[in-house]
């Protein structure tokens, strides 16, 4: 059964940049479409970004857009969310997700875009909280 463990949050300014990592146990990662969600304070979770299993295709919601670029790393069973210029908004515990991509909606297709968040997770992290402020 995929683990997944996310690290790489805390406190940071505003204007900075953080680097969340997903790290994955149990099953190779290279099978799964993998994303990243967040849910800030007295929000409902929300999609941020995805990756499909090859890699090629990636989906940013309009606040990432720009600032924050997802990746994966399949050698070491692990992937990343970069984030730049972050924000007090940005302020959210932060979730990591997988899914075996069964169709193409579930493969972070540019052919559905963000329908990908709502098309159900096999696997995910319990979340990294991240927290900007000055």
């Known amino acids: 059964q995929l683990q997944l463990v996310e690290s790489g949050g805390g406190r940071v300014q505003p204007g900075r940049s953080l680097r969340l990592s997903c790290e994955a146990s149990g099953v190779a990662l290279n099978h799964y479409a993998l994303g990243w969600f967040r849910q800030g304070p007295g929000r409902e979770r929300e999609g941020v970004s995805c990756i499909s299993r090859s890699g090629n295709d990636t989906h940013y919601v309009f606040f990432a857009e720009g600032r924050f670029t997802i990746s994966r790393d399949d050698a070491k069973n692990i992937f990343y969310l970069h984030m730049n210029n972050l924000n007090p908004e940005d302020t959210a515990v932060y979730y990591c997700?997988?899914?075996?991509?069964?169709?193409?909606?579930?493969?972070?297709?540019?052919?559905?875009?963000?329908?990908?968040?709502?098309?159900?997770?096999?696997?995910w992290g319990k979340g990294t909280l991240i927290h900007v402020s000055s």
């Open positions: 997700a997988a899914v075996l991509p069964v169709s193409t909606l579930k493969n972070c297709s540019p052919l559905y875009g963000a329908r990908w968040y709502a098309s159900g997770m096999d696997s």
